[in-house]
């Protein structure tokens, strides 16, 4: 018959055994926590990168707008921007997911803006000329007023000129970086997305994400709204 094990090495090793579950319990929450908290992390990661991605491509869709013969004044049109909204979802796949989760639709959960903005001389010298915008002022010619605006109006508003504003100041619908003024015009591209955490949301506060691409037309001196078969997506503003 075999005899119990009661001695002191039996009782030691029930000892550690009951120790190492205790510690594993202790554990395992933070490495669930930091699990978790790194996936969070990565999924925010890439939605910035993909915003300034989408702001970017849909600038360079824009600004190749070509002129008609005997004119440097290009156009863009409803369909343009529907097409280069649309592009979003190629570029920016999440939205899908993330729309679906909340329960709405894609093109609500992120805010896409377009704006032509033109320069107009204000003085006939600039002794800066790394900094030009005491000499010029910028208009906003066109802009997508149709288009979602979560969180708030993102759109560049008709009739106030842009301010001029540090090079590294965040994006604002209402200012311009000074390095863009001069003789030239521009294509504005501003994205806004707001990243809700998939877990502990009622925790973790949603993160705005705010990307803003400035391109100048590659073939026209400026870039236009036609507004033939116009679906309220822009409108040009008064005085263009």
Not at 102 to 123: E, H, L
Not at 134 to 150: F, I
Not at 175 to 189: D, E, F, H, N
Not at 205 to 224: E, H, K, M, W
Request: charged share 10%; glycine share 6%.
């Amino acid at each position: 018959m075999a005899r119990a094990r009661t001695g002191p090495l039996h009782r030691f090793a029930a000892a550690e055994g009951a120790m190492a579950a205790i510690e594993f319990a202790l554990v395992l929450p933070v490495l669930a926590a930091l699990l978790i908290a790194g996936s969070q992390v990565v999924l925010y990661v890439n939605a910035s990168r993909k915003v300034g991605q989408v702001a970017r491509s849909i600038s360079q869709m824009i600004s190749q707008a070509t002129p008609p013969a005997n004119s440097t004044t290009a156009t863009v049109n409803t369909t343009d921007l529907h097409f280069s909204y649309d592009a979003t979802l190629v570029i920016f796949p999440y939205l899908m997911t993330d729309a679906r989760r909340q329960g709405i639709a894609w093109y609500t959960d992120i805010s896409i803006n377009f704006a032509g903005i033109a320069f107009t001389p204000t003085t006939a010298t600039c002794n800066d000329p790394t900094d030009q915008s005491a000499c010029y002022l910028a208009t906003v010619v066109w802009t997508s007023t149709g288009t979602s605006q979560p969180g708030g109006a993102n759109y560049r508003p008709c009739v106030t000129p842009q301010l001029p504003a540090s090079n590294t100041a965040a994006p604002n619908r209402a200012t311009l970086p000074r390095s863009v003024y001069g003789p030239a015009s521009l294509i504005v591209i501003d994205v806004v997305f707001t990243f809700t955490p998939t877990f502990a949301a009622k925790v973790l506060p949603p993160l705005r994400i705010a990307r803003t691409a400035y391109v100048q037309p590659r073939y026209a001196s400026l870039i236009s709204y036609d507004t033939t078969g116009n679906d309220g997506i822009a409108s040009k503003c008064p005085g263009y």
